[in-house]
C-alpha cells in the first residue's frame, strides 16, 4: 500500500454515481483517510459541479477553511 496521501483526509460533495464508493478505497489504498462529513479534519473536498454551484458546503468551507 502506498502512503502518497498519509496526511490526508478526503470528503466528498454531491451526486458522483458509482464512482463515489472507488474514491474511499483509493485514498486508503493511498494511506489517507475518508470522512463521510465534512469537518474539520477533512483537507480535500470533492464536489460536483452543481454541488459547488449550489454552494452546499459554503458553510462548513469557511468554519474550517479547507481549500
Not at 483509493?26 to 465534512?38: I, R, T
Not at 459554503?58 to 477553511?65: D, F, H, I, Q, T
Amino acid at each position: 500500500m502506498g502512503r502518497t496521501f498519509k496526511n490526508i483526509t478526503v470528503s466528498v460533495t454531491g451526486e458522483f454515481g458509482p464512482i463515489a464508493d472507488k474514491f474511499k478505497k483509493w485514498v486508503e489504498a493511498n494511506g489517507g483517510s475518508f470522512s463521510k462529513e465534512v469537518n474539520s479534519e477533512v483537507t480535500h473536498l470533492l464536489s460536483t459541479k452543481r454541488a459547488f454551484k449550489a454552494n452546499n458546503n459554503a458553510g462548513m468551507l469557511g468554519r474550517y477553511k479547507i481549500a
